[in-house]
């Protein structure tokens, strides 16, 4: 019997897993693009209460909230085809992903919008600055940096989901594992390298986003 | 468009034991794991902290799809036999969302007024009524509301065991009906969203009730606005590496 771990074996993969590695950054901070500014978006309009707008954005975002992102994935990959609109499935998933962590940044967003001192706003009508001014010279400067640190954990979040697009075909880390295993039927490096490769960059992250959170709260 | 509607639904249906089966499982191992693990996490000793500490930000810094294909085929292979695939994404959910549950535990235990400990002290209870009979029950309240995302975010988990092969409700629509109803599509895909936001809710009006029930009990009225403002400023909501 072989051993159960093989280094000659580990070395010879890694090349592969780390070139896996790559897509799934690009897409994890691709789909971070969208979700940081499609959450401001939707965290700004809700704050407009426009009557009807208001009410199925928030519908919108508590049912994509409330269910799987896979599911929504498989959606997309299914049924833009259906209309017309043919994506590949890298594409698929980062605007799958993208939309599902939106709907979470919209509500971080609204936290700190909220957490500006009604006067700021007062202050803001009293200069009589435009509504955009008072948005980006005003409000969003001080709302944004104080949730950055919730933010970054989204962001770390995201990074862990992308396997989920083994779904639909997409070559990342887990999927290339995946892959080798079924080539080798040798299962124990290939997952075992994944997984490590997840715990080296998100333990880092996370590490530096509770430092940002203890900076933030010591101001 | 409508006339595919009743086979869909009950093709559907047909996965709604395993989907429930894991929900129900994973919470049960959830909890569990989450007491364990966040009463580890605030022992005096420290080994005892080290080792949780290692399972909280193992679990915390993975991906829970590498976890599952973990367990599901380098398991066996170091342990000698095969694990049902259901039982193996039970273990998986329990274990993934335990990590955070930990966290949620420490933090709720932790947020009781230091005054409780200094007074259970004072009536000379012992560390383990102390615990029980005095933090606990304040703790529990604390715990609730970001348990309830928790959960859900368990629920929507469960999609993934179809990549092990359970037949639950997402690989009944993907791997059953989307070869087979092509046309109806988005209906499927509707009625298989709709399920799932169901039993969210349902979640979530079992987790409220349970507020209530836990703040009336320490002689509290459950302010859950506030308290859900405040996950959102923490990022507990996600599965993400919020919760700390």
Redesign the interface.
Known sequence: MSP?WDWDYAWSILPDLLRALVVTIQITLLGSLVALVLGLVIAVLRRARIPVVDRVLWALVE?I????????V??LF??LP?FGIVLSAFVVGVIGLGVH?AT?TS??Y???I??VPRGQWEAATALSLSRSRTWTGVILPQAIP??L???G??V??M??????L??IGVVE??NE??EI?SETFR??EP??I??LL??LL??P??ML??RL?RRRAAV | MFDNLPRIVSVLLEGLPETVIATVGGIALTIALSFGGGLALLSGTRAVRLLARVYV??F????????L??IY??LP??IGFQLVPLWAGVLVLGLNHGAYGAEIVRGAVQSVPKAQYEGAIALSLSPAQRMRRVILPQAVVEMLPPFNNLF?QL??????L??ITVPEV?RQ??QVL?PNFGSD??LI?VV??LI??VL??LITAVMRLLERLAATKVGRRPSSVARE?VD????V??????A?
Not at chain 1, 159 to 164: C, G, N, S
């Open positions: 159960l049912f909230r409330s269910t799987p992102l896979l599911v929504q498989f959606f299914f049924v259906q962590y979470y509500e971080v609204r936290a700190g909220d957490a104080r949730v640190p919730a933010l954990n989204y770390i979040s990074f862990k989901e992308v396997p989920l083994i779904g880390v887990v594992a995946r295993a299962p124990v997952y075992t994944a997984g997840f715990l998100s333990y992250a996370s986003v509770r959170e | 930000e193992a915390r810094g993975t991906s829970e799809v590498v976890q294909f973990w085929f380098v292979v170091l859900i629920l929507k988990s469960t999609a993934i179809s990549f997402t629509g993907v989307v599509i988005v895909f298989m969203l799932y936001l969210a809710v403002r959102d400023l923490g990022g909501a996600a599965g993400g590496g919020g700390s």
